[in-house]
Structures are given as structure tokens and as C-alpha cells.
């Protein structure tokens, strides 16, 4: 069985993974609020971009400040947690 304290990763595309453990949201940039954090964030130096150049569809808010940008769905991030999340509890179970 896994460790309670152990990291899993997420694919949000192009080679890049978000550790699910530090990620406190994930939203869409459509809202002005969410465009204002990422500006700021800019501003700051605090953005991770994984987009490679495509539009920004899903951001993650990290429990350090950062703010993530991922070029895929808010909905197939989460289900690709959701699906992780899955197989760790299925691997669980056949122990």
C-alpha cells in the first residue's frame, strides 16, 4: 500500500505533471478574478506555465503560492485525479 505521505503525480500534457498533494484548487481562467491572480503571479514570478504555447484552459492554485497553468480541461484534470485515486484504491484492495 502506498505511504500517506507519498506524492502522486498528474499528466496536465506535454511531458509536465502537477503533484496532486500541493494543489489547493483548480479552476478556469475565464473569470476576472482568476486573471487577476495570474497576472499577479506574473508579476511576482510565481506563475508555472505548462501550456507550450497553447491557450491556457485549467489553472492550479499551489499551497505555496504558485499558480499552475495547464492547457487542458478543469474537468479532465480532475478526472485524472479521480481516475489515479481510483487505481490506488483498487491496488489497496487486491493487497
Request: hydrophobic share 45%.
Amino acid at each position: 500500500m502506498a505511504e500517506e505521505n507519498s506524492t502522486e503525480l498528474v499528466h496536465v500534457g506535454f511531458g509536465n505533471f502537477l503533484a496532486v498533494n500541493r494543489a489547493l484548487a483548480i479552476v478556469t481562467p475565464a473569470a476576472s478574478p482568476i486573471q487577476r491572480l495570474i497576472r499577479e503571479a506574473k508579476r511576482r514570478g510565481d506563475i508555472i506555465d505548462c501550456t507550450s504555447g497553447r491557450r491556457t484552459k485549467a489553472v492550479a492554485i499551489l499551497d505555496n503560492g504558485k499558480v499552475m497553468l495547464a492547457a487542458i480541461t478543469p474537468e479532465a484534470l480532475a478526472g485524472r485525479v479521480a481516475a489515479g485515486q481510483a487505481g490506488r484504491v483498487l491496488l489497496a484492495q487486491g493487497d
